[in-house]
């Protein structure tokens, strides 16, 4: 049995003021995302072998460790 439906969602499109403000602020999410990320290997590597042991990281996994949830190595 077939079904059939002849409904078109029609989604208005944004404005290109709209659609710009959009990419600016996922510009700067991300520029603040990277920033953290940063600041998070540095604190990382700035702690001793014998820490980094107790948190299960080696040193040259701080990288992969800090960017695990959106790189898969």
Do not use: C, W
């Amino acid at each position: 049995m077939a079904f059939y439906t002849d409904t078109i969602e029609n989604h208005p499109k944004a404005s290109l003021a709209a659609r710009v403000r959009q990419g600016v602020g996922r510009f700067f999410a991300g520029l603040a995302d990277a920033q953290n990320r940063t600041q998070a290997v540095e604190r990382m590597q700035d702690l001793s072998d014998k820490d980094l042991a107790k948190l299960g990281v080696r040193r040259e996994d701080i990288v992969r460790h800090v960017y695990r949830d959106i790189y898969y190595v």
